[in-house]
C-alpha cells in the first residue's frame, strides 16, 4: 500500500504510473500478438477480422470495466480516510454487480455474433471468420472483469506493482499459445481467441489468489458482496458516468470501423495494424492519468486541496514529456511498425498504415494531455463532466470521419481525432480554470 496524502507528488505519480505503463503496454502486447501472428501465420483476412471484431469486445469490455474506475476513486477516497471497512464493502459490491453483469452480456453476445456482424457491414469474404472471433472473445468477460475489479482495488491504495505482475504471466501465456498453436501447428483464428480468453481467466485467478494472501486489509467478507441500496447508489453514482465515458470511445470505435470496412481489405487490414500502434501510443496515457486521479482522489479524502493542484501540475508535465517521447519513437519507426503485421507482398498495406501513422504521430500529444485532464476530474468525483466532454470528443471524431474518409482514406481519420481531442481539452481546460476559482 502507498499512502499519497504525505511524500513529494511527482515521485508518487511516477512511481505509481511506471507499473501502469508497463501493464498497459503488456495488454496490449498480447492482444496484438494475436494480430501479428494472425496475420502472419493465417493470412491479411484474418488480420482484417480481427479488426472488425476488435471494436465491438472493447465497446464491451470497457463499458463493464468502467464500473471499475468510478468504484476505484471511491476506494482512493476512504482509503485517504483510512477507513478499511468502506474499502473491504465497495470492493465486495462492485465484484458483485460487475460478474452480474458480465455474465448478461457474455452469453448473449456469444449467440449473437453472427448477427452483429452482419450489422457492421463487415465484408462477406471475412464475415465468418470475425463472427466465430468475437463470439469466442465473448466469452472471457467475466474473466476480464473480475481482474480489472481486484486490480482496482489493489490500485486505490497505491500498488500497482502486483497487478503488473499478473499481467506479465498472462501476456507470456498468451504469446507461448499463440505460437504454438497458429504458428507451429496452424490452428486458425479461433484458437486465437481461446489463448486470449485463457489468458485472462488465468490472470484472474492469479490475482484472486494473491489478494486474499497478502493483502488481507481489502479482501471482502461475506456481508461485503450483498447489494445493499446505499452502497449500491455510491457506486453507481461514481461507476455508471465512468462505464458511460469508457463505453463512448469504444462505440465511437465501431462507427469509424462500419466506415473502414466501406473502404476495403487493404484498408481494414491496415487501420487494424495502425489502431494497435494507436494503442501503444495512447492507452499507456492512462496510466498518468490514473495515478493523477488516485492522487487526487485519496488527498481529497484527507482534505489536502494544495497537493491536489501541486499534483496535477507535475502530473500534466509529466505527461507532456511522455507525449514528445512517443510522437518521435512512433514518427521515426512507422514503417518497421507496419511490417510486424503483414509479410512480404502486402505492401499496399505497409504504405497505407505507415501514411497514417507518420500523420497521426504529431496529434499524440494531445490524448496526454486529455487523459491527465481527466484523471485530474475523476479523482475530484466530477464523472459526469469527465463522460459528457468523452461524448463531445467522440461525437467530432466520429462526423469528421464520415466527411474526411471517403477522399482522404485512413489518414482522414487521423485528422478527425486530432480535431476532437482539441475541442475536448479546450472544453476541460475551462472546467479546470473555473473549479480552481470555486474550490481551490
Given amino acids: 500500500m502507498t499512502d499519497m496524502t504525505i511524500g513529494t507528488p511527482w515521485r508518487h505519480l511516477i512511481k505509481y504510473a511506471l507499473p501502469l505503463l508497463a501493464a498497459n503496454a503488456l495488454q496490449l502486447l498480447y492482444n496484438a500478438a494475436d494480430t501479428v501472428i494472425a496475420g502472419r501465420f493465417i493470412g491479411p483476412e484474418a488480420l482484417a477480422a480481427e479488426g472488425t471484431a476488435g471494436p465491438v469486445m472493447n ?9 471499475c474506475i468510478g468504484s476505484g476513486v471511491l476506494m482512493s477516497e476512504a482509503y485517504g480516510r483510512k477507513q478499511f471497512a468502506e ?47 468475437l463470439a469466442i472473445t465473448f466469452l472471457g468477460t467475466p474473466f476480464t472483469f473480475f481482474y480489472n475489479t481486484l ?10 506493482k502486483t497487478p503488473l505482475r499478473f499481467l506479465s504471466f498472462s501476456a507470456i501465456l498468451n504469446i507461448v ?28 485467478v492469479l490475482a484472486l489468489c494473491w489478494t486474499v494472501r497478502h493483502e488481507r486489509d481489502i479482501v471482502p467478507t461475506r456481508s461485503d458482496f450483498t447489494l445493499k441500496k446505499e452502497r449500491l447508489s455510491r457506486i453507481m453514482a461514481y461507476g455508471a458516468p465512468s462505464a458511460l465515458q469508457q463505453a463512448i470511445q469504444p462505440i465511437c470505435k465501431v462507427l469509424i470501423q462500419s466506415q473502414v470496412n466501406a473502404l476495403g481489405v487493404v484498408s481494414i487490414a491496415a487501420y487494424n495494424a495502425v489502431t494497435k500502434a494507436d494503442d501503444f501510443a495512447c492507452i499507456p496515457a492512462q496510466g498518468i492519468g490514473s495515478a493523477i486521479s488516485t492522487f487526487t482522489a485519496q488527498n481529497r479524502g484527507a482534505g ?25 519513437l512512433t514518427y521515426l519507426f512507422r514503417v518497421p511498425l507496419m511490417s510486424l503485421f503483414v509479410t512480404e507482398g502486402n505492401d499496399d498495406v505497409i504504405i497505407t498504415g505507415a501514411s497514417y ?8 500529444f494531445l490524448p496526454a494531455a486529455t487523459n491527465a485532464l481527466q484523471g485530474f476530474f475523476r479523482g475530484m468525483g466530477r464523472m459526469k463532466m469527465v463522460a459528457f466532454n468523452t461524448f463531445l470528443q467522440a461525437s467530432l471524431r466520429t462526423v469528421f470521419t464520415y466527411i474526411l474518409a471517403p477522399e482522404y482514406g485512413i489518414r482522414g481519420i487521423a485528422v478527425s481525432c486530432a480535431i476532437g481531442w482539441s475541442v475536448m481539452i479546450l472544453a476541460m481546460a475551462f ?4 473549479l480552481n476559482n470555486t474550490e481551490f
Fill in 431 to 434: 472546467e479546470k480554470i473555473r
Fill in 59 to 67: 465497446l464491451v469490455i470497457l463499458a463493464v470495466s468502467g464500473m
Fill in 357 to 364: 501513422l507518420a500523420l497521426m504521430a504529431f496529434f499524440y
Fill in 87 to 133: 474499502v473491504r464493502s465497495i470492493l465486495g459490491s462492485t465484484i458483485t454487480l460487475g460478474l452480474l453483469s458480465a455474465l448478461l452480456v457474455a452469453i448473449p453476445g456469444f449467440f449473437l455474433s453472427p448477427l452483429i456482424i452482419r450489422l457492421l457491414g463487415v465484408p462477406s469474404d471475412i464475415s465468418a471468420m470475425a463472427s466465430s472471433y
Fill in 304 to 328: 489536502k486541496k494544495d497537493r491536489i493542484k501541486t499534483g496535477f501540475r507535475s502530473g500534466i508535465t509529466i505527461a507532456m514529456i511522455y507525449g514528445v517521447i512517443i510522437f518521435s
Fill in 177 to 204: 499459445l499463440d505460437c504454438i498453436f497458429i504458428g507451429l501447428l496452424g490452428f486458425g483464428i479461433i484458437c486465437s481467441a481461446v489463448t486470449t480468453v485463457v489468458a485472462e481467466a488465468v490472470s484472474a
Fill in 151 to 160: 486490480a482496482a482495488g489493489l490500485k486505490s491504495v497505491g500498488d500497482t
